[in-house]
């Protein structure tokens, strides 16, 4: 992908002369790799936070009928990161760009696209309603939660998926004998996929959840005795799910264990219950910075810069 993009640069430096990119504080690594990719430098800025916790933006670029792509993440903290990114989208709205851009690697309450009881807040929806009101005329962002959450969006969207990467990881460890396990339902047709590509079988694990962030793993279905196992999903967030599908996994007698997503949220507990977890490697990308604390061996981050990078050079 990186030569591929090298070599674009090389005949579509055009492409590349009316934009500049802006980077909040939540991923700047990853806004960084993606300028490296294009061979640019991130716009200037100044970013910070005032005494009381309000957020302060100042944007030293001149954006002057350019294509502003302002690069954050909805990470933790999410609403400190989902303020900056309005807040730089509304300083650039008043700069008179050509067009400005969203480039959200982890859209912020990516998982409240619907409502369980009567009286909950849509927050999807009301993340993508301030996005709108602050400006932007499209968004990048990367596996939603769920399809049926594009219907909020007010501008164009361009969502990228991690599929290729994490699948060309896969691949290079020439496992044998191996299935796909989908955690619950809402990974099955992720997990349909890679079970596609890699050509394995798929099993499907189900579960019950007790109250948010807290599920029971009641069965697996399908054959996963003295095989290698690839768990897919597109988030981790506390672990929970996961621990309880590999301790389930485990009373099957399978082999090795070995689990990919996207988006590594790691919240609470998540880094001790992985550092027990009978789990051989854990593969993620970087849509969400990790912290130093938490990379622990059993980690391997894999990054998706490059396809943000086509994304933006692709982008007119």
Known sequence: MAQKINNLKKTSSKKLNDKVILAGNSNRPMAKRIAKELGMSLGKIDVKVFSDGETYVNIEEDIKDKIVYVVQSGSYPANHNLMELLAIVHAARNLNPKK???????????????TVERGESLTFELVADLLHTAGIDKIICMDLHKHRSKRFFKFQRKELRAFEVIISRLRKKKLHNFVIVAPDKGSMPESKKYARELEVPLVKAYKTRKKHDEAIINRIEGDVEGKDVIIVDDEINTAGTL????????????????????????????????????????IITDTILLPEEKK?????????????????????
Do not use: W
């Open 296 to 316: 622990i061996k059993k980690i391997k981050i894999l990054s998706v810069a490059p396809l943000f990078a086509q994304a933006i050079l692709d982008d007119r």
């Open 100 to 114: 400005i851009v969203a480039v959200v690697p982890f859209y912020p309450y990516r998982r409240m696209e619907k």
């Open 243 to 282: 621990t309880g599908v590999v301790d389930k996994l485990k009373q099957h007698k399978v082999r090795n264990i070995y689990f990919a997503c996207t988006h590594a949220v790691l919240s609470g507990p998540a880094i001790e219950r992985l550092e027990k977890a009978k789990i051989k490697e854990v």
